[in-house]
């Protein structure tokens, strides 16, 4: 493109809040065929909520969510601010956990009163030789409603469940189907669990969703895809998706995300809403469009 157009492109994109780091990121965007997009805190809002307590018995509703608070109270993970948030406003008076350890993309563990106790997905409590199979039904149900189930665990022993539901961002929908209206190929990527993930995908049309990343991995699947043939852009906003971000063709972060992420990108969208997505690559294909 002419330097007149690109400087005609950013100058548009900068009306919607929507910042191009340089110029090549401008005429870059209409070469993609993909577009991967994160879910938590792209997709959906990044802020969780508790919806269901499921304890089992022998143990009670109180001693689950007290155990839960106590072993999320360290974790930055969202899933774990939303059960601490749902303890407190019940009241739940909180332990101080020991040796807690965080385990990406998996859950955290740490010893209360001396005993060492889980939070996590089912590969996490199956690793931590927990019997989760009375619950997996419960949790399918869940998941199915796009909820996101969590376990813990005393020991070998399952407490029950905890499931949290992150909404998805008002214009996420609208987003999904005008990428796919430009003939782009749609992929959701995710460390939550494949059921979760799946009615996510259903809810907003995406047209694929790879599930149970690790957060190490996300830039491998992108690669992946290019190795395919593919020129992908990726979206995202976490620290997990920086290494994607950078890897991919185009890499967009969502403005409110953290400075890694955007640090990582080739474009901004500043008001951190997905259609400005579709009007960053709308923009790059008409300022090539002009030159033609
Ligand atoms: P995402 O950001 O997409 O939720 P993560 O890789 O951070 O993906 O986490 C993947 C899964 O690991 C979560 O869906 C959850 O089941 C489990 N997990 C991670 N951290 C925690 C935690 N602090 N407490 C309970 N479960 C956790
Ligand atoms: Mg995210």
Do not use: W
Request: hydrophobic share 45%; net charge negative; glycine share 8%.
């Amino acid at each position: 493109a002419t330097p007149v157009a690109i400087m005609v492109g950013t100058g548009k994109g900068a009306q919607f809040g929507i910042l191009y780091k340089s110029a090549e990121a401008l005429e870059t965007a209409h070469t993609i065929d993909t577009v991967v997009l994160d879910k938590t805190g792209t997709l959906t809002q990044g802020r969780p909520a508790v919806t269901d307590v499921l304890a089992q018995a022998p143990f009670t509703e109180a001693e689950l969510l007290q155990t839960a608070a106590a072993l999320e109270k360290p974790s930055e993970h969202p899933l774990a601010q939303a059960v601490l948030q749902y303890a407190k406003e019940q009241g739940v008076s909180i332990q101080e956990a020991e040796e807690f350890e965080a385990v990406p993309g998996r859950g955290v563990r740490a010893k209360l009163s001396g005993e060492v106790f889980s939070a996590g997905n089912a590969a996490f409590m199956h690793e931590c030789g927990a019997d989760i199979s009375t619950l997996e039904q419960q949790a399918q149900a869940l998941a199915e409603a796009g909820k996101t189930p969590l376990y813990f665990a005393k020991g070998s022993r399952s407490l029950g469940m905890i499931a949290a539901a992150d909404p998805v961002k008002p214009t996420s929908k609208a987003a999904v189907r005008a990428l796919r209206h430009m003939g782009l190929s749609v992929v959701m990527l995710t460390g939550d669990n494949r059921r979760t993930a799946e009615a996510i995908r259903t809810e907003l049309g995406i047209d694929r969703a790879v599930a149970e990343v690790l957060p190490q991995d996300k830039e491998r699947e992108v690669r992946s895809l290019q190795e395919a043939g593919h020129k992908v852009a990726m979206v995202g906003d976490g620290i997990n998706d920086a290494p994607a971000l950078t890897r991919s063709d185009v890499g967009l972060a969502i403005g409110a995300g953290t400075d890694i992420a955007i640090a990582s990108a080739d474009i901004v969208l500043m008001k951190s809403d997905l259609l400005d997505a579709v009007t960053a690559i709308e923009l790059s294909r008409a300022v090539i469009r002009n030159v033609k």
